[in-house]
């Protein structure tokens, strides 16, 4: 004999904040504004980022993946750290975009859970 559970599966959508902080993290990016918004002036300074990432569509993937991963909110959907999340993929465009046998590391490195692809 076999036992069936009718559960309604629970059915979620991104907050309006959440959807208001990428929104906001896609125009800055794009229009290349990013580094006026990420406090830090001098982190992005002189990186043409759009120009040097216009042919690596998968490194500016990971720039989202890397601000999608580190957001938080809380139970509510609210965004408690956009500028910490634009901050930390803006650490990695810097890093990518770094010129060859310039030192430049992220403070703090990367964890894995926040490169990680899904």
């Known amino acids: ?62 720039a989202y993946a890397i601000f999608a991963n580190t957001i938080k909110m809380d139970e509510h959907g609210k965004v408690l750290n956009q500028a910490q999340a634009m901050f930390r993929a803006a650490q990695w465009i810097r890093l990518v975009c770094r010129k060859e046998g310039e030192d430049y590391k992220v403070e703090p490195e990367f964890e894995e859970w926040e490169t990680y692809l899904y």
């Not at 001098?42 to 690596?56: S, V």
Request: aromatic share 14%; net charge negative; proline share 2%.
């Open 1 to 62: 004999m076999k036992l069936f559970i009718n559960k309604k599966a629970a059915t979620y959508q991104l907050s309006n904040d959440f959807k208001s902080a990428l929104r906001h993290f896609a125009f800055y990016y794009t229009n290349g504004t990013l580094p006026y918004v990420i406090g830090d002036d001098n982190l992005l300074e002189g990186i043409d980022y759009r120009e040097e990432l216009k042919e690596e569509a998968s490194l500016v993937e990971q």
